[in-house]
């Protein structure tokens, strides 16, 4: 896209002119819009299309840069006089003093130059970079800047060296000198001296061979692909290794423990494991630790796990803020110890990011499968969305020797933390799970009681028979739907034994004494129940149904008779 | 309203061409140009005209210059300080390639050439006559000149090949006074920073590292641009401590080196910060030992040996303020160690020593102390060092960078005094652009065949050969300068 000219043509000065407003706009476009903002892209359209325009012109544009105006032959081009928002002042107050833009400028430095410009106005006084050095580091090939040094300091200047004393024998004539020369060659002989013997020089010996060069392509990948920090973590615990002295020690000690939050700042998780583990290894082995070193060696890893700690740096993790792989994740869980379970688990519900919430369910669950003690600790909580993760990966991993706390968290006020009890002992199924099951078939809570039932049927356990009996022969079911009757008069079904025809047929048939007419559901239900039984007296019950008038219960008794079988 | 007097625009050739080629591309087809260009000079001089080498590398150069210049709407060939460009795009050395680049640098140098600009049009014959007369010329007393050439071309009949000299500050083999000035105050200022640095320790100060940050970004540049002075100035000694002063040399040799084997520029910044920082640990180390007048102690020694590992934790100290120094810090560990790892400090895991601490460990080795400090005890000859280096493998360099090294510093390197055939003494001012001459360096002539001084202003190419094809002047002899009362660095400042 290119700006349109002014009609009747437009001189140089005004092209320029026009190039710089772009370019001050275009730079309020980069400081404030993300790169695929429209606005962004179509100042920079803009920007380029001036360009375009001002190398129709001129061969190069050369522009003089003073406190609040860019000059082109001397003739101000950007005037700006406020200083917070001036280009000439950012460039001017670093040492900038000219800028050469040549074609080929558009294609991406002068992007890149903007963003410069604007990261530069960013620094504090104190950071180690400033429009200097971010300028050095784009090594721009189309943009050339002149520049002074705005440090006052006084550099003395390099003189050439002070005479040499001369000794007595310094020759100072040029006869004398001649002389001296002529002796020196006689004495030598005529054999020229290097390095190498010029008769022998071969210059492809100063040529790398293939494979010297293959060679030293390969350290350079090297050098570049190596993790630069763990190699100096490395050196750190080498030194300490060898160094017995208490002051050097104290220092590396205090060197690691300021590195780790800067370690985990940028995410690398490998690191900070192999400065755990490497500390570990340390108290192990090193016989000569002072007590104090000691202490301290050991206090770093649980300085890195507490709650706080291991917050924010989960926080990090969850905002994406450093990604370090899965197993980078795992492996320094695993070195913090179980402990950190309860902090896991407390941030699990707070997660936004999947891959996170994945990898950290994966660190608890394999953190409660080795330490199933630190699972009884975490059940124990009074947080409720803890216990509740707790609880569901206690499901997912089926620890039968938890069940013994289940029974507290059975009668707990929060339904959410019932049921998932409920679901992590139905995960778990063993007898003894069920046992503390039963008695949630009469929780206040449907949800809960069909899900306690339904997990009796599940794993056939007949304990529950009494409670059922009771439920479905009292008053219980009376106002409840068919989904929460059914899995009763299944489990009753299936664990009553031919007892339980009776009852059942006089529930079918509506002929219990005594009573309102049961409702085609439980009629319906008792039918299913009696094809639980399955028994040829329960076969002979149904028999004598088949003939009802109801739909919903004939139906019924005729699948239970096919249940059955013939 | 009167219309505004407009200049007419100048129009560039083919505009929409030149906007899509990206630099990317002139790189690549400038590399093939100039890799035919050589192969071309190369059979011409091997071979007769007739002969097969020599048409099909004369198709190529034909062939390579014409598709650059329907891509680029132009073609020109420039030589500055180091460095070949095409159409204004630098060719950057590789590893692959810096041998044929510094033969055409070379080459185009020595007849004189700042610039070749090809013209639309131009016939395979005219390349062929081209290139034949700049093998075939040897400006007269070596001292380069475009008009015996111009003569000759337009003897050939030559019209679409225009020849210009280098601009006047770009001198042939100096760099120029305000080039030299420049290299100096990027010296100046690193010694003074790594003052500020190193002292600053002592008194519990640290300098900002804004300020190192763009010395070592300015010894890059200057390695870059101006780096026969810049090397030049390593010699000078008595300019401050000799701590300071060669870290900032170890700085200077590993960015030059670093640029010998194809390191990009922000690489070179990365080994010149760990070059600068190597010694950092010497901060630690009792002044009264560091200073010693008399040989130490095994107990002092001990100490000294200490620095590689002391400078480990004590650039721990230098973040808060800016990136952790990690290649430094390696370096600072490691430019001790020789490549079978012995030397110190001993290690108890085997390791891999990093490609950066063995540079700076080649350039330790070379600016070592007794080498430089002139001041103290024997001077040790620089030549000499550097075959040390080379030949004694007990010393544990490198042999591929210590090989780098040399063509860095040539066979006689930089500052070394030596005796020519003609009975003149002269002072090596750098070595040789053309890699194939590296023992014949670029001298500056110091003392006449009659004994008389001169004021060494004159630079001489040792390998410029007179109309038979002799050499004008060769080495006889290395020499040592303070025996006939010349000072080395007289010379480099
Ligand atoms: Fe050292």
Redo the contacts with the bound molecule.
């Keep these: 896209m290119t700006q349109p000219i002014k009609p009747g043509g437009a001189d140089e000065s005004y092209v320029v002119e026009n190039l710089l407003q772009i370019l001050w706009k275009a730079l309020s476009a980069v400081q404030l819009y993300s790169s695929n903002n429209k606005i962004y892209l179509q100042a920079v359209d803009a920007l380029r299309g001036a360009l375009t325009l001002v190398w129709q012109r001129l061969d190069e544009l050369q522009l003089q840069v003073s406190e609040s105006a860019l000059l082109w032959e001397d003739k101000k081009v950007l005037s700006q006089e406020d200083k917070s928002d001036s280009i000439p002042w950012t460039l001017f107050k670093d040492g900038v003093r000219s800028l050469t833009l040549s074609p080929g400028v558009e294609d991406r430095e002068i992007i890149a130059f903007l963003h410069v410009i604007k990261d530069a106005r960013l620094l504090a006084a104190e950071d180690p970079d400033d429009l200097l050095t971010l300028l050095w580091e784009e090594d721009f090939q189309h943009l050339r800047y002149g520049f002074v040094e705005i440090s006052s300091d006084d550099v003395p200047r390099i003189q050439a060296d002070t005479p040499v004393s001369q000794s007595e024998s310094t020759p100072v004539s040029p006869g004398e000198i001649r002389g001296r020369l002529l002796r020196e060659v006689e004495a030598s002989g005529d054999t020229p001296e290097g390095v190498v013997d010029v008769d022998d020089f071969h210059s492809t010996l100063y040529f790398l061979d293939d494979w010297e060069v293959e060679y030293l392509t390969g350290e350079i990948d090297q050098e570049y692909q190596q993790n630069l920090r763990a190699k100096v973590l490395e050196i750190l615990f080498e030194v300490f290794e060898l160094q017995q002295n208490t002051k050097v020690r104290g220092e590396i000690i205090s060197i690691i423990d300021s590195f780790l939050p800067h370690l985990l700042g940028v995410g690398d998780f490998q690191s900070v494991t192999l400065v755990v583990r490497r500390l570990r290894k340390l108290l192990d082995e090193t016989q000569e630790l002072t007590p104090d070193h000691r202490q301290a060696i050991t206090a770093l890893p649980v300085k890195l796990s507490n709650p706080t700690a291991l917050g924010q740096l989960i926080q990090s993790l969850d905002d994406a803020a450093v990604q370090p792989t899965k197993d980078d994740i795992a492996d320094f869980f695993g070195e913090l110890g179980p402990h950190v379970l309860d902090t896991v688990l407390a941030w699990m519900p707070k997660l936004t990011n999947e891959r996170v919430r994945e990898t950290l369910r994966q660190v608890a669950e394999r953190v409660a499968q080795e330490h199933p003690e630190q699972v009884v600790t975490a059940l124990k909580t009074s947080d409720t969305a803890v216990l509740l993760q707790t609880l569901q990966l206690t499901s997912s991993l089926k620890v039968a020797r938890l069940v013994p706390d289940f029974g507290r968290l059975l009668r707990h006020a929060d339904t959410e933390i019932r049921r998932a009890a409920v679901d992590a002992l139905g995960a778990i199924g063993s007898a003894s799970a069920m046992k503390q099951l039963e008695r949630s078939v009469e929780d206040e809570d449907r949800g809960i009681r069909i899900a306690s039932i339904q997990y009796c049927v599940q794993h056939r356990y007949p304990g529950v028979l009494q409670k059922v009996e009771a439920v479905i022969s009292g008053r219980a079911l009376r106002g409840a739907d068919l989904t929460e009757k059914k899995p009763f008069f299944e489990a009753y079904g299936l664990f009553c034994g031919n007892a339980g025809v009776d009852p059942l047929y006089q529930m079918l048939n509506a002929k219990r004494m005594f009573r309102r007419k049961d409702d085609p559901e439980t009629r319906a239900c008792a039918a299913l129940a009696l094809g639980k039984i399955g028994t040829p007296e329960a076969r002979a019950a149904l028999e004598k149904a088949k003939g009802v008038k109801d739909p919903l219960v004939r139906n019924a008794v005729g699948s239970a008779l096919r249940e059955i079988g013939l | 309203m009167t219309e505004p007097k407009v200049p007419a625009p100048k129009p560039r050739k083919s505009l929409a061409l030149a906007m899509e080629s990206s630099e990317g591309s002139i790189r690549e087809h400038g590399r093939d140009f100039l890799i035919a260009f050589y192969s071309a000079l190369r059979s011409l001089k091997l071979y007769p005209v007739e002969n097969d080498q020599v048409q099909r590398a004369l198709d190529s150069i034909f062939d390579t210059a014409r598709s650059l210049y329907e891509v680029e709407g132009a073609l020109e060939l420039r030589v500055s300080h180091e460095f070949l460009y095409v159409n204004s795009v630098r060719l950057r050395l590789n590893l692959n390639n810096y041998a044929t680049f510094s033969h055409v640098l070379t080459t185009l140098r020595q007849c004189g050439i700042g610039m070749v600009d090809v013209e639309e049009g131009v016939q395979r014959r005219e390349w062929q006559i081209f290139l034949s007369q700049l093998l075939a010329y040897a400006p007269s007393d070596g001292v380069p000149d475009l008009s015996g050439l111009w003569q000759r071309m337009a003897q050939g009949g030559i019209t679409h090949i225009l020849l210009k000299p280098p601009p006047e500050h770009d001198e042939a083999f100096g760099d120029s006074e305000e080039a030299k000035d420049v290299a100096k105050r990027a010296y100046e200022r690193s010694v003074a920073v790594t003052k500020e640095l190193i002292g600053g320790v002592r008194m519990g100060r640290t300098a900002s590292a804004k300020k190192i940050k763009r010395a070592v970004q300015s010894i890059v540049d200057q390695v870059l641009r101006n780096e026969v002075s810049l090397v030049g100035l390593t010699v000078v000694r008595g300019y401050d401590e000799q701590i300071f002063t060669h870290s900032v040399n170890v700085c200077i040799f590993s960015v030059s080196i670093g640029k010998r084997i194809g390191l990009t520029k922000l690489q070179l910044y990365d080994l010149g910060m760990a070059g600068l920082l ?2 950092f ?2 901060s630690r180390i009792p002044l009264e030992i560091l200073n010693s007048e008399v040989p130490l102690t095994e107990e002092q020694e001990e100490v000294v040996r200490t ?2 590992w002391q ?1 480990v934790l004590a650039l721990f100290g230098l973040r808060g303020h800016g990136e952790i120094p990690y290649r430094a810090m390696v370096a ?1 560990y490691e ?2 160690m020789k490549t079978d790892l012995s030397g110190f400090p001993k290690t108890i895991e085997p390791r891999q020593l990093s490609m950066f601490s063995k540079i700076v460990a080649v350039a ?1 080795g070379y600016d070592t102390p007794p080498v430089r400090s002139f001041g103290k005890g024997v001077p040790v000859r620089p030549d000499e060092v550097l075959r040390e280096m080379r030949e004694n493998k007990d010393l544990g360099y490198d042999p591929i960078l210590v090989k780098a090294l040399i063509n860095l510093l040539g066979v006689y390197p930089v500052g070394t005094c030596v005796i020519l055939d003609t009975y003149e003494i002269a002072v090596v001012h750098g070595a040789n652009p053309d890699l194939a001459q590296l023992h014949r360096p670029i001298v500056r002539i110091v003392v006449t065949a009659e004994g008389g001084r001169t004021d060494g202003s004159a630079l001489v190419d040792l390998a410029s050969v007179d109309e038979t094809g002799n050499y004008r002047r060769s080495i006889i002899k290395v020499t040592e300068g303070l025996d006939y009362g010349i000072n080395m660095s007289d010379y480099s400042v």
């Design positions: 190597h010694d640990g010497k620095h590689p400078g600072s430019h001790h330790n």
